[in-house]
């Protein structure tokens, strides 16, 4: 499991102070990346290869709100690999309880879009 820290700040929050829904993929996004970082895996150069990443299904439940000034705890799991694709599980967390929890799935693909296979060993 990867943990990622960050801060709730102003420019994620609506007029109450609440973070606004959608930001919730931006930070489990920047999880996301970290995780694939401490991997080493290098995506610039996996890039140039002919392999990038993308989104294909997000299944998200939204639990508690985070609010300005928070600090939150985005923790990611690897669910399961195939070929072409990766499941993750992700949860943002507060000190005192689960925010948000999201099953996002991952797919492997060429630079005009068609399926590839995962770089051999890099998610192992």
């Not at 007029?15 to 931006?26: D, F, H, M, P, T």
């Amino acid at each position: 499991m990867h943990i990622f820290t960050c801060r709730v700040y102003y420019e994620d929050t609506d007029l109450a102070g609440i973070v606004y829904y959608a930001n919730y993929l931006k930070f489990i996004e920047r999880a996301r990346s970290e995780w694939v970082r401490t991997l080493g895996v290098d995506q610039v150069a996996l890039k140039e290869q002919g392999i990038v990443f993308a989104v294909r299904r997000v299944e998200a439940d939204y639990i508690s709100p985070a609010k300005f000034d928070d600090v939150l705890t985005i923790e990611t799991k690897m669910v399961s690999k195939t070929a072409a694709r990766l499941i993750l599980d992700q949860l943002v967390l507060r000190v005192g309880g689960e925010l948000f929890r999201a099953r996002v799935t991952l797919v492997a693909l060429t630079p005009d879009g068609r399926p590839t296979r995962l770089p051999k060993g890099a998610f192992d």
